[in-house]
């Protein structure tokens, strides 16, 4: 029973603890709208050594909270626009002599004179005010605001200020040891210009060589990324300066490695916010002493002066820069937020100084009461001017013209009906575009039979699909978690919305855990149809659609509302839009733009808390009830929000519902029609038409097909035959039954070709195909295309395949592809292959894709 005594010892019951509090409190926070760093740092003081005594700050608290520290630098880092600091250079450059002169003059005199130190105690002080900590740096990046000039200014000069004023107290230090000497203040500027300048040319180069040639597994990669920055910190530490310089320039370093969007780069930011930066925030409140300050007046003095200082000076360097650099109101107060907090450098200063005897106690509770105060200044100010700054600027809009890719997640078979209907009165019938069924069963020992049973489920959804003549794609997904099984479904199928059936009520588990719809919206980016369907939707004479303020600024509000006003016209029914004055002012062009083009209704709102009201005096329960929703993420997000969709259910109990949460992130889809019509022409004019195979083997058919290109060296057929034969060694290559389709996209060959082989009379065997196959098609790609065009012609040609169905023979195939494709095919005496001059490239300006896997 030792180790239950207070504070904690044992270091499991120190760590279990810890993760408990960084489990609960952002909860608790999130309930009480109280920005969870602030709590944080609040229950750090509550747990810490001068209240209940449940934990010392010992150092595996020490330890967490500085990895923690090391991590919110680190993302700063890897979020940073590299491109955007290039050009604007000069502001960083600004605003971190602004943030480091300002705050040291001013520092300097009012501890001289207001405090009584001498001038080499008052300078350490004084420095202590020039730095400071991007405590609320993810409260921003949260918000999508990490590109922002404002944030990104921030960003680079703070790291000017932090260095300046880390080297200040390495050379106050110096002079108190009796060390300062030209000798060592050189010495210290190699040190660091050296630490920096090998962070920024070596690491890129390691990183390199490790996601190119080690083609490492996902655990490695975080562990790389862990390395590297704690590495790099420890470097800085040898080199004489802080940790979090090292941190930070290595994910500048990395920058250009993990794209922002990438698997890795939300690994690593979900690591960090789910353990290190709550850990770092609980131990900057365990340092508060409330105690020895509440008994010190001389504290509260120091704590006073040092308080004034460092928000005043912090809000004349964020004003300057705001003026200078033509900043707005809200970009001046994102400045200030995220530059008036004070913990890591500023703890490492006072802690240096009262070891030299330069501070006293007063001094270092004075310390405490300003990081505690700043601490909850900087997220309450940045969280509420950034969402601002994110309502303002959030005008991206997804292109009405994507293809329409929706998934239905099927689980319920009582409400496969209604959930099919809904798709298909919002699918587009000119968009080509399948449905997509999707049901997922848990990995469990009955899995297979669950599976049997899903699958019967998902035939009524095909029946539903059948009769109304739209292509339905059914997907079952064995998966741990079902919230997974469908992002990563949605994910794959590139999907550009999904519909799921809520009961609308939740039981005590739900409210606490979260429930399916809840973890969903958190983990998914696309477009979201919450449905509660009581009755036919096609019995519905009105539909009223509700719109908080700023939906409109959402990225995917666009595409929501083309969807939701497909599904009115296709219903028949009348339109009636509820929202505030201010927002009907601001929408009613803007819906009225988006196609089709319907009659609409306005009613306007005194006050958006009078939606439920309005709705309950002017509709009935014959009509439905829509909710253009926000997830919490999302700039249109404001409290009370995301408690509507129950209050709809608690006062509408016998209405129809549906909450449609737009997209947070514009995923761009590229639309193929403008190249798709003469593809199909030059690449038969390069193929000659489909060549008859005499080998009865895949991998010999594969080479017999490639010895036709002409125009081609031997060594490079040899090479394109081997990569190719290696595919079909691993993965299945059937594209459908008695098909298999290769692709291979050239890095060394200009060479663009669509070759077809047939098995006439008889079958090739390839290995992983279920069926004897008998035709083969080939797609080759130049370097000098981009990956996504590569990708584009492949989607193609997949396409195209399915439309040719049973086709088996040269004729059957030329002849259907010159009835597909609207520019009709030349002689089909071209040869079988040439290299193209100029391969064109129809990709819209700004889209990318990643590199194909198919390379030779």
């Keep these: 029973m030792q180790a239950l005594a207070l504070p904690f010892s044992d270091p499991v019951l120190i760590f279990a603890v810890l993760t408990a509090l960084t489990f609960g409190v952002p909860t608790l926070c999130r309930l009480t709208r109280v920005p969870p760093v602030i709590g944080l740092i609040l229950v750090g003081i509550l747990i810490g050594p001068s209240v209940l005594g449940i934990l010392e700050r010992d150092q595996t608290v020490v330890l967490l909270g500085n990895v923690g520290l090391l991590y919110i630098l680190f993302l700063a880092g890897l979020s940073l626009d590299l491109q955007g600091f290039r050009r604007n250079r000069s502001r960083s450059l600004g605003f971190g002599a602004l943030t480091l002169l300002i705050p040291l003059a001013v520092g300097t005199l009012a501890a001289v004179f207001i405090l009584g130190f001498a001038w080499a105690p008052g300078i350490l002080l004084a420095s202590m005010f020039a730095s400071h900590t991007l405590l609320s740096y993810p409260i921003v990046s949260k918000l999508g605001l990490a590109k922002n000039p404002a944030v990104t200014t921030t960003l680079s000069g703070s790291m000017i200020s932090d260095t300046s004023a880390l080297m200040i107290l390495a050379i106050i230090a110096g002079s108190t040891r009796g060390a300062l000497s030209l000798t060592f203040l050189l010495g210290l500027v190699v040190a660091v210009v050296v630490l920096i300048g090998s962070i920024l ?45 090292g941190a930070f320039f290595a994910g500048i370093a990395l920058n250009r490695l993990i794209p922002q969007h990438s698997a890795l780069m939300h690994r690593t930011d979900f690591v960090g916010q789910a353990l290190f930066i709550p850990v770092f925030m609980i131990s900057v409140g365990m340092v508060v002493d409330l105690g020895l300050m509440l008994s010190s007046p001389k504290a509260w003095l120091t704590g006073g ?85 994110a309502r303002a600027e959030a005008g991206a809009k997804i292109s009405t013209e994507s293809p329409q890719r929706i998934a239905v997640s099927i689980a319920n078979p009582a409400t496969t009906e209604a959930l099919m209907s809904l798709a298909l009165l919002i699918h587009d019938r000119d968009a080509a575009e399948p449905i997509y069924p999707t049901t997922i069963v848990l990995d469990s020992a009955n899995a297979a039979e669950d599976v049997a049973r899903a699958e019967r489920n998902l035939s009524y959804a095909l029946t539903s699909a059948a009769a109304a003549g739209v292509p339905a794609v059914p997907i079952t997904r064995v998966d741990v978690n079902v919230v997974t099984g469908l992002t990563r479904a949605m994910l794959d199928i590139r999907a550009r919305s999904m519909i799921i059936g ?41 539909i009223a659609l509700a719109i908080p303020p700023f939906s409109e600024r959402q990225t995917g509000f666009a595409s929501a509302i083309q969807d939701i006003k497909s599904f009115v016209s296709q219903v028949d029914a009348t339109l009636h839009i509820f929202a505030t004055a201010d927002t009907v002012h601001i929408l009613r062009n803007k819906i009225y733009d988006i196609r089709p083009k319907i009659p609409l209704r306005w009613e306007s709102l005194s006050a958006w808390n009078s939606l439920v009201p309005s709705l ?48 947070i992130e514009s995923a761009e889809f590229i639309n193929q029609d403008d190249h798709d019509s003469c593809l199909w022409s030059l690449l038969l004019e390069n193929s000659g038409g489909p060549i008859a195979l005499e080998s009865y083997d895949g991998a010999d058919a594969i080479t017999e097909l490639v010895e036709h290109l002409p125009d081609t060296p031997e060594s490079a057929k040899k090479a394109i035959a081997a990569a190719l034969v290696r595919r079909i060694g691993d993965f299945s290559v059937e594209a459908a039954p008695g098909v298999v389709l290769l692709d291979i996209h050239l890095h060394t060959l200009e060479l663009e070709a669509l070759a077809i082989g047939i098995k006439v009379d008889d079958t090739l065997v390839f290995p992983h195909v279920t069926q004897a196959v008998s035709v083969v098609w080939l797609l080759i790609s130049p370097p000098s295309m981009s990956a996504a065009n590569h990708l584009l012609r492949l989607t193609a040609v997949s396409r195209l395949i399915q439309r040719l169905g049973l086709a088996r023979n040269p004729k059957e195939i030329t002849q259907a592809i010159d009835e597909d494709s609207p520019c009709h095919p030349p002689s089909s005496t071209a040869p079988t292959a040439r290299p193209s001059a100029k391969p064109s490239d129809p990709r819209p300006s700004g889209v990318t894709a990643p590199p194909s896997d198919n390379e030779a």
């Design 502 to 542: 809520w009961h609308g009520l939740s039981d005590t588990k739900d409210r606490v855990f979260g429930t399916i719809l809840d973890q969903l919206l958190v983990q998914s980016e696309q477009t979201i149809w919450v449905c509660r369907l009581l009755n036919p939707i096609n019995t519905h004479a009105r």
């Design 201 to 245: 040319y070596l690491l890129p180069l390691v990183g390199r060589l490790f996601f190119r040639r080690i083609t490492p597994e996902e655990n490695e990669q975080f562990l790389f990324l862990l390395a590297s920055f704690v590495i790099c910190g420890a470097l800085a530490r040898v080199a004489g300066v802080e940790p979090i310089i």
């Design 305 to 389: 002066v040092m308080i004034a200082a460092v928000v005043g000076t912090k809000w004349i360097a964020a004003s300057l820069t705001a003026k200078i650099f033509h900043f707005s109101s809200d970009q001046r107060w994102v400045v200030f937020g995220l530059s008036v907090a004070q913990a890591a450098a500023t703890l490492a200063a006072v802690f240096v100084g009262y070891d030299l005897g330069l501070f006293d106690d007063a001094v270092l509770n004075g310390t405490i009461l300003m990081i505690l105060v700043t601490c909850i200044i900087s997220p309450a100010v940045a969280d509420h001017f950034g969402r601002r700054i």
């Design 616 to 663: 309950a005096a002017h509709t009935t329960d014959d009509d439905l009830l829509i909710l253009l929703d926000a997830r919490s993420a999302s700039i249109a997000w404001t409290p009370g929000l995301d408690k509507l969709p129950r209050r709809f259910v608690k006062h509408f109990p016998e209405r129809s519902c549906v909450f449609v949460y737009p997209a």
